[in-house]
């Protein structure tokens, strides 16, 4: 069993920063893969930025390269997504995943066992 706490989102003016936080718990081998999935109103869950926790290996989505960076802190049990020159398109509800070690269907959010509960992220232009 894994558990995500979320943190860090919030509203930010057009090309500001903002650093979310997913502070894990729980199985290592449930959360070998770790990522950040977000979902606008009335649009689909998309994958954002990919990690693997053994080898800190990483993946980003087409429209977020570039501006957002993964990152972990193994001793802290936590990922971060920092965002920077955020746009109005990225304003979403920002999730936290983790799933077993498999380098396929990264982006598919079926492949995730568990997730988070959500934080907000809203950019004004």
């Known amino acids: 069993q894994v558990q995500l706490v979320e943190s860090g989102g919030g509203s930010v003016q057009a090309g500001g920063s903002l650093r979310l936080s997913c502070a894990a718990s729980g199985s290592t081998y449930g959360r070998s893969r770790m990522a950040w999935f977000r979902q606008a109103p009335e649009k689909e869950r998309e994958g954002v930025a990919v990690i693997y926790r053994g080898t800190g290996t990483t993946y980003y989505a087409d429209s977020v390269k570039g501006r957002f960076t993964i990152s972990q802190d193994n001793a802290k049990n936590t990922v971060y997504l920092q965002m920077n020159s955020l746009k109005p398109e990225d304003t979403a509800m920002y999730y936290c995943?983790?799933?077993?070690?498999?380098?396929?269907?990264?982006?598919?959010?079926?492949?995730?066992?568990?997730w988070g509960q959500g934080t907000q992220v809203t950019v004004s232009s």
């Open positions: 995943a983790a799933g077993p070690p498999s380098y396929g269907g990264r982006w598919n959010a079926n492949e995730y066992n568990y």
